[in-house]
């Protein structure tokens, strides 16, 4: 295979393709309390400070916790007792490599599954 072949087949299977997504930690549990009046988040401190931030233009920083509106409900129905509080972590989930560098293009390699994503300069 030419190296221009092999330009061609990276971008093929660049930006998005492969097996990797993005982690996704547990941080806690979601329960009702007080005959479902209200709901109780408790969260580990030392998952949560593993969490990405994000900064806003203020100057606050925030982290996004999530939780399964379909499993929140049946916390709520009563139909299970707790859910969990996750947190996505930033990126796209891959570990990107630089390959190499060529005519103000750069060819990344994912070392986890092998995804290639391709950048303009
Ligand atoms: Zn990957």
Redesign the pocket.
């Known amino acids: 295979m030419s190296e221009n072949d092999k330009a061609i087949e990276i971008e093929r299977s660049a930006d998005g393709v ?3 997504v993005p982690a996704t930690i547990l941080v806690g549990y979601v329960r009702k309390i007080n005959e479902g009046r209200a709901l109780k988040l408790s969260v580990n401190v030392s998952a949560f400070e593993d969490c990405s931030t994000y900064t806003v233009a203020d100057g606050q920083s925030y982290v996004s916790l999530t939780m399964n509106a379909a499993s929140v409900s049946k916390v709520l129905s009563g139909e299970r007792a707790v859910t969990t509080l996750g947190h996505t972590m930033e990126g ?5 490599e630089h390959e190499r560098t060529k005519d103000n293009v750069s060819y990344f390699t ?6 290639a994503k391709v950048v303009e300069l």
């Open positions: 492969g097996e990797c796209d989930g891959h570990e990107w994912c070392t986890d599954c092998g995804a």
